[in-house]
């Protein structure tokens, strides 16, 4: 099934508003879960980069999470 111009112009806007939906949302929760671990640098002494390693490992999570809304 071929798509017209006006289908393509709609799943194109509709596609791009999606993307930018969801970089926002998983940024904002990202953040609160980040400031959550927080504790593991100052409690336990790690490094930033085991901070953020373990803060980025939720990332897919969050958007499972978060896609589906």
Do not use: N
Not at 8 to 30: D, E, F, M, P
Request: glycine share 8%.
């Amino acid at each position: 099934m071929r798509f017209g111009l006006l289908d393509r112009y709609i799943l194109k806007i509709a596609a791009a508003a999606t993307v930018i939906l969801l970089v926002g949302l998983t940024s904002v929760i990202w953040v609160t879960q980040a400031l959550r671990e927080v504790d593991l640098i100052t409690g336990k002494g790690q490094t930033v980069m085991i901070f953020f390693t373990v803060t980025l490992l939720s990332l897919p999570a969050l958007i499972a999470g978060i896609a589906p809304v």
